[in-house]
């Protein structure tokens, strides 16, 4: 149990496109998702938190207009880059935390790789 | 201001052996807290949890332990096996608020 996909799991596009990844759990309802970045051998930085039918909250210093979170379900969030650019390369990781296992316990999804030429 | 430190970026020991990899943290407010193994270009998997009321959750091979005084975990692989081999993140969180990770500990595990 609580498995969390992402899709896709890599992609490389132009710059000043934008992308958008989806996180889903698929066992459990998430009633918080959490998208994550990590540069290389770096430790994982929150970008956001996301609530099922409400506004994400942003971390100081993530452009809320950049990287736009939508939770439209207990089992689906998204996270769309907007005009990417090369500095927007990154490995992204969303989490979901629900009914699944400890109530505090996030589980991960396996990543999307961002490459922005 | 980093909140959850893990001191050791890495740590190499003999298969069958025991891994201990350490975490500190700052945040007297923390309760809840959990380890995390990853490999490259992959998500974090959970590995093991502790809540403040305990000082030790034991998992098969894993354990960790709990020292609140003096604001420290710690891992405990045993018998390290080749398979253990990853980046192994600490975090730790109020509970129901978001978690703070460490920046890892590569540990690798040699025949």
């Known amino acids: 149990g609580a498995v969390v996909s992402q899709h896709p799991s890599w992609v490389i596009c132009k710059s000043g496109t934008s992308v958008k990844i989806e996180c889903r759990s698929l066992?459990?309802?998430?009633?918080?998702m959490f998208w994550y970045r990590q540069f290389p051998k770096q430790s994982l930085m929150l970008m956001a938190t996301?609530?099922?039918?409400?506004?994400?909250?942003?971390e100081q210093g993530v452009e809320k207009d950049k990287f736009l979170i939508n939770h439209a379900s207990l089992t689906l969030s998204t996270l769309t880059v907007t005009s990417a650019h090369p500095e927007d390369s990154s490995f992204y990781i969303c989490?979901?935390?629900?009914?699944?296992?400890?109530?505090?316990?996030?589980?991960f999804g396996p990543g999307t790789r961002l490459t922005v030429l | 201001d980093q909140q959850v430190k893990q001191n050791s970026p890495s740590l190499s020991v003999q298969e069958g052996r025991i891994s201990i990899l350490n975490c500190d943290y700052t945040?007297?407010?923390?309760?809840?807290f959990l380890w995390y193994k990853k490999y490259p270009a992959e998500g974090p998997t959970f590995l093991i949890s502790?809540?403040?009321?305990?000082d030790k959750n034991e998992d098969g091979r894993f354990t960790v332990f709990l020292n609140k005084s003096a604001k420290h975990l710690s891992l405990h692989i045993v018998p390290s096996q080749p398979g253990d081999s990853a980046v192994y993140f600490c975090?730790?969180?109020?509970?129901?608020?978001?978690?703070?990770f460490g920046t890892g500990t590569r540990l690798q595990v040699f025949p």
């Open positions: 945040n007297s407010m923390f309760d809840y």
């Open positions: 996301s609530n099922e039918g409400s506004k994400a909250t942003y």
């Open positions: 066992d459990f309802q998430a009633t918080t």
């Open positions: 975090a730790a969180s109020e509970i129901g608020d978001k978690l703070i």
């Open positions: 989490s979901a935390r629900g009914l699944a296992g400890a109530t505090d316990t996030q589980y």
């Open positions: 502790i809540s403040s009321i305990k």
